[in-house]
C-alpha cells in the first residue's frame, strides 16, 4: 500500500472505509477511518476505524478474533472514499450479529419502476 493523500476535510475528518473479502468479492462491512485509524491500518496491515459512537480507535477482531488483513488497498477517485480487500482471520464472522458479511437485510426493490 502506498500513503495516498486522503481528503479527511470534506466529511469531518471522516471518510468511509469499505470491507470487500479479497477472494469472494462481497461486501462485508463498512466503517469510518481518521487520519489516525488510517496511519494505524498502514503501519499494521490490519483495518482499524474510528468509532464515532465509542469517540475511539477499534480494530475489526480485537476482541473476536476476526481480525481484517489487508490483501490490497484503494482510494475512489476523489480521494475521499477508501477500499480495503482482506483476508478475514478467525472464524470469518465480521459483522457483530455473527454473520459473514453486515449486509444481511434485504430491501424490496420495485423493478417495474419507470426509470427516469
Not at 488497498?73 to 457483530?96: F, I, P, S
Amino acid at each position: 500500500m502506498t500513503d495516498k493523500a486522503i481528503d479527511f476535510a470534506k466529511m469531518d475528518g471522516l471518510v468511509p472505509a469499505i470491507v470487500q473479502d479479497a477472494v469472494t468479492g462481497q461486501v462485508l462491512m463498512v466503517g469510518f477511518q481518521n487520519e489516525v485509524s488510517y496511519q494505524k491500518t498502514l503501519e499494521t496491515g490490519f483495518v482499524t476505524f474510528w468509532s464515532r459512537t465509542r469517540q475511539k480507535l477499534w480494530m475489526k477482531g480485537e476482541s473476536s478474533g476476526n481480525r481484517l488483513r489487508i490483501v490490497d488497498a484503494a482510494t475512489d477517485c476523489d480521494n475521499d472514499t477508501l477500499l480495503y480487500r482482506v483476508q478475514v482471520e478467525g472464524d470469518g464472522l465480521v459483522c457483530h450479529e455473527g454473520t459473514v458479511s453486515c449486509f444481511t437485510r434485504p430491501i424490496a426493490i420495485n423493478a417495474m419502476a419507470e426509470v427516469r
